[in-house]
């Protein structure tokens, strides 16, 4: 039978090796230009990526949302 300890062993290099894969990822020298522009999709303005824009869900500052009589 395959031993507790080994599989224990064996989820820990698993999870290192998988660590290890992020972190090089995320530090190659070729992705710090790309996360660099990601990081300032945010504050570009314009059409959203997909090329239509959307309405906010709730009312637009300086607009009051129309009620019913019961209001």
Do not use: H, K, N
């Not at 224990?8 to 290099?13: E, F, K, M, P, V």
């Not at 990822?25 to 959203?48: H, I, K, M, N, Q």
């Amino acid at each position: 039978m395959i031993d507790e300890g080994l599989v224990r062993g064996l989820i820990a290099l698993i999870s290192l090796a998988t660590f290890m894969g992020i972190c090089w990822w995320a530090y190659r020298p070729g992705s710090r230009e790309r996360f660099e522009r990601d990081a300032l999709l945010v504050f570009e303005e314009g059409e959203l990526a997909s090329g239509s824009e959307r309405r906010p869900a709730g009312p637009v500052a300086g607009q009051r949302e129309e009620r019913g009589a019961s209001a």
